[in-house]
């Protein structure tokens, strides 16, 4: 319970809880965050948590070991001339999970965008959201010839984009060139990496940006900004909108979390801020089945989801495509090296995944950190989605989310013995049937429905 939290214990924002009696939960945390710092939350011992701003919470390791003589610095509280604009604190209070995972409270209280720089908003025709592969988490060669193999293997499995990390500075511009033309050759964008530390000085983010867009690239992979101090936040915007003047797409990763930034540059399609496929040792199974409920309530997520490799720790495949599913991420950015996911059982279940939906709907056998139950639809096609958390379980799932006729049902289960394997079914349902459901330890589910 909350009154069990140690006094000066962290909470990251979102932080979700029951309601007391069955009332329903609550959720804390902030939108709108701009030109301030950002909001922690300690625990003061006695039921409650306090406001910190981001000068008070203790620097990560991935802070102290690349900024080391900033420390101090950022330890200091934030200077504001002219008039102060708080960000707002918001309090979720729901009667179920279904009503907090579709509270849009975080992203309304934020400002609409800049006419000027998306005189469309979100359906700004540059503005395209996609499936990415990337080469980092799952082996493959740095070389121009094995990266453009990897967009290759993009086009094969129908994804949009490949994220290229900083080894792309090493290259001739010649052999960076090279590979976004054959690339756009195959519709496959290319995003850049590059490390914030390089960016602070705004002339030096404009010859980035402007080179990204020379050579062609859709978008820009910012990382290591691992701090919420009021210039870290600012640098955030100003990274947001000069990439907008240059129409880049941004990913922001060592990031802190989303606070409606999307709304006002719909050019972020993502962020980290999440304890995802780069933690190597971690137990996912019940974090997986408690991110909906916590850090996704803030926005989307940069997980990297699914890997068949050791990094699934105590989840099985299944569970894996699960997540690339359940955790919404405009850029979808997949861990799997593409030729295991081409290799994959389930690969035909797994390109058809998107990385926008148009609904969601949490499952009302849906328990925070013990299982993850969505039906998600993308135009006429829905999704049953199920992230198991450390408990076996079996589960009768009615199909009342579904239309009227018949259904072409694509299948994509635990199996029964192998952690490591899948079993595939295809049939026909309606909406008036039931699935049964076996879920391992760790396990997961995926269904497709299309007429």
């Not at 709108?32 to 981001?54: E, H, V």
């Not at 509280?77 to 604009?85: D, E, F, K, L, W």
């Not at 996609?130 to 493959?140: P, S």
């Not at 049939?427 to 039931?434: E, F, P, T």
Request: aromatic share 10%; glycine share 8%.
């Amino acid at each position: 319970t909350i009154a069990e939290v140690a006094t000066g214990q962290w909470a990251a924002p979102p932080l979700t809880f029951k309601l007391p009696h069955g009332a329903g939960y609550g959720s804390v945390t902030e939108s709108a965050l701009r030109n301030y710092s950002g909001m922690g939350l300690q625990a003061d011992g006695r039921g409650a948590f306090l406001a910190r701003l981001g000068h008070a919470i203790p620097p990560s390791y991935p802070l102290r070991l690349r900024y080391a003589p900033d420390v101090e610095r950022l330890a200091r509280p934030a200077a504001v001339s002219g008039a102060i604009t708080t960000p707002w604190r918001v309090v979720m209070a729901v009667p179920d999970l279904n009503t907090l995972v579709n509270c849009d409270i975080v992203h309304n209280l934020a400002a609409p965008p800049d006419p000027k720089l998306f005189p469309q908003g979100l359906r700004t025709p540059w503005i395209k959201p996609g499936r990415a592969v990337w080469r980092y988490l799952d082996g493959g060669e740095t070389t121009l010839e094995g990266i453009k193999e990897f967009s290759r293997l993009a086009a094969e499995l129908g994804f949009e984009y490949q994220v290229v990390e900083g080894f792309w500075q090493k290259w001739e511009l010649a052999d960076l060139r090279e590979l976004i033309r054959y690339s756009r050759g195959l519709g496959v964008g290319i995003w850049l990496w590059k490390h914030s530390r390089e960016l602070r000085d705004p002339a030096a983010r404009r010859k980035f940006f402007e080179l990204a867009r020379d050579v062609g690239a859709a978008g820009v992979k910012l990382d290591f900004y691992d701090h919420e101090a009021k210039q870290v936040v600012e640098l955030y915007e100003a990274s947001l909108k000069q990439a907008a003047e240059f129409q880049l797409l941004v990913n922001f990763h060592g990031a802190n979390k989303p606070t409606g930034e999307s709304r006002t540059y719909p050019n972020e399609l993502t962020r980290e801020a999440v304890r995802g496929m780069e933690a190597r040792n971690i137990p996912r199974a019940r974090h997986d089945a408690t991110l909906p409920f916590t850090r996704l309530l803030a926005g989307h997520a940069d997980y990297t989801p699914m890997h068949f490799g050791a990094r699934r720790n105590d989840t099985t495949w299944a569970h894996q495509i699960a997540t690339a599913a359940a955790f919404t991420s405009p850029l979808l950015t997949y861990a799997a090296h593409p030729k295991s996911i081409l290799a994959n059982p389930a690969v035909e279940l797994i390109r058809s995944i998107p990385s926008v939906w148009d609904e969601t709907r949490v499952l009302p056998f849906s328990e925070i950190g013990d299982v993850a139950g969505l039906a998600r639809r993308r135009g006429g096609v829905w999704f049953l989605v199920i992230v198991n958390g450390p408990e076996a379980r079996t589960l009768r799932v009615p199909l009342s989310f579904l239309g009227s006729g018949a259904y072409q049902g694509l299948v994509v289960r635990d199996h029964p013995h192998d952690p490591a394997a899948v079993e595939v079914n295809k049939g026909v349902y309606r909406r008036g049937a039931a699935i049964e459901v076996n879920l391992a330890s760790g396990g997961g589910f995926v269904a497709r429905f299309a007429k």
